[in-house]
């Protein structure tokens, strides 16, 4: 499974963005991850086959996940970004339950970076 990733950007605090990830096959779990510099990644937000989805306390409430299935595509839309989420981004899935289900997803885009000042 090939992942791209776009919709990446600057904005101002207070802004939005919506990025946007394109899998090549099947996926059963799709998901945003974010690392900033120094900084262990983190887990953003997820998606499974079933359309249930999850969110980091940091991002409640201001994110959120969908997924075009038709499109293969799944989309984080960010609103009211704060200076703590300028982060590179990445996109990852899996094809495989059991990776979805122990968070290890094998699959990861190139990344996208967003920044916030």
């Known amino acids: 499974v090939q992942l791209v990733e776009s919709g990446g950007g600057s904005v101002q605090a207070g802004g939005s963005l919506r990025l946007s990830c394109t899998a090549s096959g099947y996926t059963y779990c799709m998901g945003w991850f974010r690392q900033a510099p120094g900084k262990q990644r983190e887990r953003v937000a997820r998606i499974s086959v079933d359309g249930r989805s999850g969110y980091a306390d940091s991002v409640k409430g201001r994110f959120t996940v969908s997924k075009d299935n038709a499109k293969n595509t799944l989309y984080l839309q960010m609103n009211s970004l704060k200076l703590e989420d300028t982060a590179m981004y990445y996109c990852?899935?899996?094809?495989?339950?059991?990776?979805?289900?122990?968070?290890?997803?094998?699959?990861w885009g190139q990344g996208t970076q967003v920044t916030v000042s």
């Open positions: 990852a899935a899996d094809s495989s339950a059991f990776y979805c289900v122990n968070n290890e997803l094998r699959y």
